[in-house]
């Protein structure tokens, strides 16, 4: 996502700084085909609008990181924290921004990176400076601002992730019990012929997320945490982050659970 927002930044005119220290060759190939610049920290801590986007578990760290940088910088750039994490961590990570002296905007991305010939993913912010960035929308982002407070962008992601990745968790989960008992094809058979959108959204849906699993753990406990410890559903999304954690390890190991999911998910494709 991250790499694709820079191109699109970067096609519109506008100079896209990133960190590239200690990074592999292959990102730094990403970042150059994207457009690019390496910078040092002190040149990023100057720069008009910074973007956070890393995996969830990354965001407070990293915020901490620019608030060091900016603390010893002049220049107050705006930080738009537009990470999957809920309400109570974007609100920890605009005390630590705004504590630098640096503006503060909670933003949401969803939907797919951006490609050529599109206009998404949707890009929600929020927060008293969300008026700042919004050169980000002459500079071909769908910016849509949410009149809301620090956190109402976050509670979109989280409510709008909940859905739409638990619903690829739930998917997996029933599909590798299915396939354990022998049930896979009469699976697939009945959610073609009772649930069609069901059936054609798994076969897209599950291969797609095998690679993107290892990030999903850390997001499906901040969904966990949006809902609060006394919600009784905080314990599905727990159950979602041990299941991805459990998919992700397959991919990195046998794979037979990955297997699993794409056969099914290609035989779902065959079968319309």
Partial sequence: MGSAIAARLAEHGCKVLTSL??????????AAASG?????????????????????GEAV???????????????KPVI?????????????????????????????????????????PAFYVSGEAAADVTV???????????????????????????INKGLTGLGAAMVLAAVSAGAADALR??????????????GNALPDMLPKAYRWVAEMREIAGFLGDDHPAALIYEGFARLFEH????VEGAGTDAAQLVAFAESCKAKK
Avoid: Q, W
């Fill in 21 to 30: 220290d200690g990074r592999s060759a292959t990102t730094r190939k990403r």
């Fill in 36 to 56: 690019m610049v390496s910078a040092g920290d002190a040149e990023i801590a100057n720069a008009d609008i910074i973007l956070s986007i890393v995996p969830p």
């Fill in 61 to 75: 760290a990293l915020a901490e990181h620019l608030a060091t940088l900016i603390n010893r910088s002049a220049k």
């Fill in 80 to 120: 738009v924290d537009c990470n999957a994490v809920n309400v109570e961590t974007i609100r920890t990570i605009a005390d630590v921004v705004l504590s630098s002296g640096a503006h503060f905007v909670d933003a949401a991305i969803i939907g797919l990176p951006p490609k050529p010939g599109t206009t998404g």
């Fill in 136 to 162: 980000l929308g002459e500079l071909g982002l769908d910016l849509r601002r949410i009149d809301g407070p620090i956190g109402a962008a976050s509670a979109l992601k989280m409510s709008y992730a909940g």
């Fill in 189 to 202: 058979d009945e959610l073609a012929l009772s649930a069609p959108h069901i059936h054609a959204r798994l």
């Fill in 247 to 250: 998919i992700a390890a397959d």
